[in-house]
DNA sequence: TGACTAATTGACCGATTGGTCAAAAATAAA
DNA sequence: TTTATTTTTGACCAATCGGTCAATTAGTCA
């Protein structure tokens, strides 16, 4: 039993990253539905059948991104030979948003949760578990790390989790105007500096 | 001599508050000029005779905000009896922006620079300005502070002054939708851990 | 071949956008 | 009182906004 009726003439996850990109580009109140129309290659009927309207798409669009980049960060940790080395390759992997050749768009996430977080309920839901997740994933890589003692013992991880997590939206946040590339390679070397060095017990 | 003409009927300073509040809540694209005019009880002529367009007024308010956050700054740092309490007390003064109560408004610099920076130049160059003076302002106290002995000095005062920012600037933008005034204070508590903790010099 | 179903197309909608401007009003100076 | 200068007022503008919908098109199935 093949689909019945007239077939889709585009691939919805495609158009769903055109529309990301737009989104990512310049925001969700400077992108217009004729903005998106150019991007995605679509009509105005095609766009509100397949996706419904601008927040609809808009929300679809932050899950893909919050999705892939959830597993990329996965990927990360979990392919390396150690935890440190997993938060450290996670850590590089963030240098492509920095970038002045990137168009300096930041992270979508902290994007969205700027713009929109504070006045729209279903954006700053899908932020908030997503944080959470990825919080709760860095935790643990944090405590295996401290377990292996490459990471300082005396904060608890699900601490240093959380102010990783800041510290990293504040740097994604200064890549839109501030940072290039380097500074953001240097900030992460700083960081890292700090998450291994420890206090010293006092020697009785 | 007086003034020649007819006396303009409110105070510039004033609607330049109001108009930055509405800027501040709803971010620029956001923004309406019958918002504006709502809130500054302007009508349309005398905004645009008074301020010019919707970006220059948005300037002129960034400007006003960003003279006014770096003179609480100066303000707090200055008015402490040691560097540390300075930094300290600095911290302390950002919670008003994490605050539920506060409608989650965060710091408008770090708004201005996620929504308007990669594309705005003249906002870019503003928030570069004042993230420079900040930090250069940052980078003097903790100077005195590492000769004091209050902070580590293991790590260069202008690298941990310019990681303090990155790291406001996130608790900022995290404060837009997760992190509550709490949450808030318990990052700064861990940041000043790591700041005050240092690697003790190999003993020889 | 029709019948049925679903996607595409683009004209069309009212509302709102940022912005202009001529007329009226309020002051100081002459 | 008249003149000069400035601000206020609100009607007005073209352009764009997000969104709808009837007609058309392209498929599958009987």
């Not at 019945?4 to 055109?18: H, N, Q, S, T």
């Not at 002045?100 to 729209?120: I, M, T, W, Y």
Request: hydrophobic share 40%; glycine share 6%.
């Amino acid at each position: 039993m093949g689909q019945v009726g007239r077939p889709r003439e585009f691939e919805i996850d495609e158009a769903l990253d055109k529309a990301l990109h737009v989104f990512w580009k310049h925001g969700y109140e400077a992108t217009s539905i004729n903005d998106l129309l150019d991007a995605m290659g679509l009509q105005k009927g095609s766009l509100y059948k397949a996706f419904g309207d601008k927040h609809s798409l808009f929300l679809q669009a932050l899950e893909r991104y919050l999705e892939m980049g959830y597993q990329q960060t996965q990927a990360c940790i979990q392919l390396q030979a150690t935890p440190i080395a997993g938060v450290q390759r996670w850590f590089e992997s963030l240098f492509g948003y920095c970038d002045q050749q990137n168009q300096k768009r930041g992270c979508f996430a902290v994007n969205a949760l700027s713009e929109l977080a504070p006045h729209d309920p279903e954006v700053a839901e899908l932020l908030r578990l997503h944080f959470d997740r990825l919080e709760l994933l860095l935790a643990k890589t944090i405590k295996k790390a401290q377990d292996k003692q490459e990471i300082r013992q005396d904060v608890a991880a699900e601490t240093l989790s959380l102010f990783i997590n800041t510290f990293v939206s504040g740097m994604m946040a200064q890549a839109k105007g501030r940072l290039d590339r380097e500074a953001c390679q240097h900030l992460v070397q700083t960081l890292m500096f700090l998450l291994q060095s420890q206090t010293p017990l006092p020697s009785v």
